[in-house]
């Protein structure tokens, strides 16, 4: 083999590590239609997603995932409403506003909690906060919405900020030079100059974030209580998506009615994640902003 | 008159994807002489040294027309392979860009990866050293990191590592521009010493450097020829108006 | 020139000593939840842990005795995740930095990365049952979960070693290629060895995910309880997530073993944060002393 074909074959070696996680994925799809995909003959597609009633275990069972979607949503809507201002305002504080020594603190601290472990945040909301809104609410449970909404906050954090932060650090420094010039405060700076510029990045944060929440597994199931029922209120206990296939999976027979069920839940899920996170994309591509002389 | 010839550009043009960057160029480059790029920044002299040894085509979205002659072979042509050419065409940059490795690793990385059979790679290194008048600053300190080198060190260890693959042609991008005084001199001190067994082609931006070390001096103004010539007529009787425009700093 | 009225000043800074009050207030909330989980964690963890409880096995139905199980496990996992992620994530970015040219096909695999990157813990779960427990047969093991880890983590690898690769100076490729030394040789010679520190800096992070994950392990590769240890990579282990799991919501008794469950918590946390900081001083420390 001489030195070019050599080379070439190498650069498509490459090339072919290159398609790793596009397999992966086109793996994760295959699996996922091949495993979910006969439930679709005993439920239709209809019932399955809208059906109100998921009774797995019942004779006859009942396969209607709908309790399970609205869960996921209100969990990871509340989590949005608790982690995008903490998000954002700590990204502000850390790119715009913090002493050198404090934003190095503050950095280390926001990669440490997304170090850590879901199962050990599950946790802690299941034996710290759980008994707290248990006994202050005086409520039947402590794991609810209210709790897998705080926890799951946590987790979305991170990323938000991080993601935000890149986001308003891109601005370029003319712009606030500008304003600064025209006698304009640090916080309309921030408010009318900066974030504006940034916010195509602070929408891809948020998408990318939610993203996490609805994705979530271990908090939701040890800290939403598990209630398969559209909540009434936010103290009321909710099961899902990832809680529901998480905490089946285990005992369900193989190629059973409710092992295909649960691979459905899966491609809901993941088609959902799929969705925020090819807007995340779509967002972060249309409104890219490099520089300046772009604008 | 071929003889002395060493490299043959036929009708040159050159793109950076819409962007023509060189125009119509043909130039012969003499064997065992300096040649002076010279011009206005952005007049194509640097890009012109980087067609040389294929070092433009890292670059994405460019095209060549034309021939370049280089061993009776354009160095375009589809079975050449660049990574041959360049062996023979070794190439300094305007910055020093030394590889973090030590001083003596920095010299046998070339001929060790390019399977260049070597009998002692001890004596080459000294050797190539030598050459680059850096052999006796830093022979006691081989083992140690090029990085710890001064600028002017380091350019001329770049230099002594482009001499290690034995090239044809030297290739230099402004060599001395991030340099000091003192390590300038000694650059061009170098390159007198060098023309001797290699042929040098080297892009600067000063003049008087130029009129100081090159034999022959070409000038390129919106990426065209204006003038090529012996250094001497250039510096004092130029043909063309531009040029004179340009050596006696009416622009550029 | 007109004067701008003092009063209006006042309200604009007023306004501006608002607005930084809420945003410290943030950050103050962010850091105080980290500081009081891992502080809580420690308080009631710190007396369940003890040289037995490291190095020895759960005893009476897992309410007495060690979690060192759990640990190995958790060891085996994910340095199978990484030896398997790590090779893959490299080889990936090396295309990405120094092969690619802007083109479709390179959009379409960096929006492949970014929604791997984004498909949720539980869903590698199900894969990893269906494809390498079911379809090629490895059973809940030590292999299947591995392999599932170590595509989880494929994308965060990635990234970090193209950051790192795209940190190597061009002028280092440029000096190479010039001598006629081949692309490939460059890559292997200059450019990798360059960017290794950043490569296994970022692959640290990847581990100490791989490490705290439990929902992809879940149907792959945990036990629930083993009492001997792993003899191949076609075994089932322990892990120290799912074990916590396991304790918190499904063992004997669930109140009384409480202290147990703090320690096992505390080892998790302290394994994990300890890889994170590791990652975090070795990038502080190789950024002040950076050599080009």
């Known amino acids: 083999m001489n030195r070019k074909t050599k080379e070439i074959f190498i650069k498509y070696i490459f090339f072919l590590f290159a398609l790793v996680a596009i397999i992966v994925l086109a793996m994760i799809v295959f699996s996922l239609f091949r495993e979910g995909m006969p439930i679709f003959k005993q439920v239709s597609v209809k019932d399955f997603l809208f059906g109100m009633e998921w009774y797995p275990t019942f004779d006859p069972p009942y396969f209607g995932i709908f309790p399970l979607i609205v869960g996921s949503f209100i969990v990871t809507i509340f989590a949005t409403l608790i982690a995008v201002p903490l998000g954002v305002l700590a990204a502000i504080y850390i790119s715009e506003i913090a002493p050198r020594s404090i934003k190095e603190v503050l950095k280390s601290v926001i990669e440490l909690l997304a170090g850590l472990p879901s199962v050990v945040l599950g946790f802690f909301g299941m034996v710290v906060i759980a008994p707290v809104l248990q006994n202050v609410f005086d409520l039947p449970t402590g794991l609810n919405i209210v709790n897998a909404s705080m926890i799951l906050a946590l987790m979305a954090i991170p990323t938000i900020s991080s993601i935000s932060e890149d986001a308003l650090y891109a601005v370029p420094q003319e712009f606030k030079e500008a304003s600064y010039a025209l006698g304009a405060t640090k916080f309309e700076t921030i408010a009318k100059v900066i974030f504006p510029a940034a916010l195509s990045g602070v929408t891809t944060a948020v998408m990318l974030g939610m993203a996490r929440a609805i994705g979530e597994t271990m908090v939701v199931l040890m800290v939403a209580g598990g209630a398969a029922a559209i909540p009434e209120s936010i103290f009321d206990s909710v099961r899902p998506m990832p809680a529901s296939i998480a905490a089946e999976m285990g005992e369900t027979p193989y190629r059973s009615l409710h092992y295909h069920a649960l691979f459905a839940t899966g491609m809901v899920l993941f088609f959902l994640t799929l969705t925020f996170n090819l807007i995340a994309d779509y967002v972060s591509n249309k409104f890219k902003q490099t520089g300046s002389a772009t604008l | ?252 | 020139m007109h004067q701008i009225q003092a009063s209006t000043m006042k309200w604009r800074y007023l306004q501006q000593s608002l607005f930084f009050a809420l945003i410290r207030g943030a950050a103050l909330i962010i850091t105080l939840a980290l500081g009081g989980i891992i502080l809580y964690i420690i308080i009631h963890g710190i007396s369940a842990i003890s040289w037995d409880f490291i190095t020895k096995p759960p005893t009476h139905s897992m309410t007495q005795g060690g979690i060192m199980p759990a640990i190995l496990g958790t060891i085996y996992l994910t340095v199978g995740a990484i030896s398997i992620g790590l090779p893959l994530g490299v080889a990936s970015a090396i295309y990405l930095t120094e092969y690619a040219r802007q083109g479709r096909v390179i959009r379409l695999i960096r929006v492949g990365i970014n929604c791997l990157a984004g498909v949720p813990s539980v869903v590698f779960g199900l894969f990893g049952l269906a494809f390498f427990v079911i379809i090629f047969k490895f059973g809940s093991s030590i292999l299947a979960g591995s392999l599932t880890l170590g595509f989880l983590i494929l994308p965060t690898i990635i990234g970090a070693s193209e950051e790192a690769l795209k940190s190597v100076p061009k002028t280092f490729r440029e000096a190479s290629l010039a001598l006629g030394v081949s692309k490939w040789q460059t890559i292997f010679r200059i450019v990798l060895p360059n960017a290794l520190p950043g490569i296994l800096t970022g692959s640290i992070l990847g581990i100490g995910r791989a490490a705290g994950e439990t929902a992809p392990i879940m149907f792959t590769a945990a036990a629930f309880f083993t009492s001997k240890l792993p003899g191949s990579v076609f075994d089932e282990v322990m892990a120290l997530p799912y074990h916590i799991y396991v304790l918190a919501t499904a063992g004997t008794n669930i109140e009384e073993t409480r202290p147990i469950q703090y320690g096992t918590v505390l080892v998790l946390v302290a394994l994990v944060l300890g890889i994170n900081m590791i990652a975090i001083i070795i990038r502080a420390y190789m950024r002040r002393n950076k050599r080009w």
């Open chain 2, 1 to 252: 008159m071929d003889a002395d010839i060493i490299i043959r550009l036929k009708n040159v043009n050159f793109f950076y994807g819409e962007n023509q960057a060189l125009t119509n160029i043909n130039m012969n480059f003499r064997k065992n002489k300096v040649t002076a790029l010279i011009g206005p920044s952005g007049c194509g002299k640097s890009t012109l040294l980087r067609l040389l040894n294929r070092m433009n085509e890292l670059i994405d979205a460019t095209r060549v027309e034309g021939d370049i002659i280089f061993e009776d072979k354009n160095i375009y042509a589809p079975d050449v392979d660049p990574v041959e050419i360049r062996r023979k065409i070794g190439m300094v940059f305007q910055k020093p860009n030394p590889f973090p490795k030590t001083i003596y690793n920095n010299i046998s990385y070339g001929p060790k990866l390019t399977g260049v059979p070597v009998d002692d790679m001890n004596a080459l290194v000294e050797q190539s050293l030598k050459q680059a008048v850096l052999w006796d600053e830093v022979k006691d300190i081989l083992n140690k990191s090029a990085m710890n080198l001064s600028g002017g060190q380091q350019q001329r260890l770049c230099i002594a590592r482009a001499l290690a693959m034995k090239p044809d042609i030297l290739l230099m991008d402004e060599p001395t521009s991030a340099l000091d005084p003192i390590s300038t001199a000694k650059i061009e001190e170098l390159i007198e010493e060098l023309k001797k067994n290699y042929t040098i082609i080297i892009v600067t931006h000063n003049m008087q450097q130029a009129a100081r070390i090159s034999d022959e001096t070409a000038f390129f103004y919106l990426g065209n020829l204006i003038e090529y010539s012996k250094t001497e007529k250039i510096f004092t009787k130029p043909d063309v108006k531009q040029t004179e425009d340009y050596i006696t700093g009416r622009f550029g």
